[in-house]
């Protein structure tokens, strides 16, 4: 069965390393985002793909990038780990853009 | 940005009892999606609206895209246990940077036996 996995599921850093979330995915859809969930402030975007090597940012991009380099992966680099971005990190994917997204189940990151 | 205002923010229901949460936006979306996030999960989709006025229904649940293409409603009759869970609404545009899911800030759900 197809599916999108993220990887590790819970991770602790310090502040200022760099830190990088791996999303990978099965349904061989050409959309792909990245999202962070935080009480309060439901669920945000921070970078999305709409193709291979097609990165955009989204509206909390600040200190994170991606890069795509095949349908099926979109990392997610924090470049200078910040307490700010403790939070739960989801990855989703999409076949097409009027289509609703499936999501992976998160990555818990802590920065200490 | 869009701005997607959904209430109530929590909800405590006993069992059987019937559910009822709206999202609202500033902004005129052309799709309107539900999901519902279990406790440790990722969101997961619920029910998908397409067109302004569409009522659709996924067992207990139904949904309604708002006449205005600016509210959505979401219905949970007779509800039980695994109810319980955090729903979302999220709406999408149609083009450019608006053809992407804007998510409201959720309705807790805690069911009572």
């Known amino acids: 069965d197809a599916e999108i996995t993220q990887s590790p599921r819970h991770k602790i850093t310090e502040t200022g390393r760099q830190v990088t979330l791996a999303c990978h995915q099965t349904?061989?859809?050409?959309?792909m985002f990245w999202y962070r969930q935080d009480l309060g402030h439901g669920l945000r975007l921070i970078h999305y793909?709409?193709?291979?090597?097609?990165?955009n940012k989204g509206e909390v991009s600040d200190g994170y990038s991606v890069s795509r380099s095949n349908t099926e992966d979109l990392p997610l680099t924090l470049e200078s780990a910040a307490s700010s971005q403790t939070s739960v990190y989801f990855c989703?994917?999409?076949?097409?853009?009027?289509?609703?997204?499936?999501f992976g189940s998160g990555t818990r990151l802590t920065v200490v | 940005g869009q701005q997607l205002n959904q209430s109530p923010q929590s909800m405590f229901i006993q069992e059987g009892e019937d559910v009822s949460m709206n999202c609202t936006s500033s902004?005129?979306?052309?799709?309107w999606l539900w999901y519902k996030q279990d406790p440790g999960e990722g969101p997961v989709l619920l029910i998908a609206l397409y067109k302004a006025g569409e009522l659709t229904s996924n067992g207990r649940l139904t949904a309604q895209f708002g006449i205005t293409r600016k509210d959505s409603f979401l219905n949970i009759s007779a509800s039980i246990p695994s109810d319980v869970g955090i729903y979302f609404c999220?709406?999408?545009?149609?083009?450019?940077?608006?053809?992407?899911?804007?998510f409201g800030t959720g309705t807790r759900l805690q069911v009572t036996l």
């Open positions: 349904w061989n859809h050409n959309n």
């Open positions: 989703a994917s999409s076949k097409d853009r009027g289509h609703g997204y499936t």
């Open positions: 902004s005129i979306f052309n799709t």
């Open positions: 999220a709406g999408m545009g149609n083009t450019g940077t608006a053809s992407k899911l804007t």
């Open positions: 793909s709409y193709g291979v090597h097609d990165t």
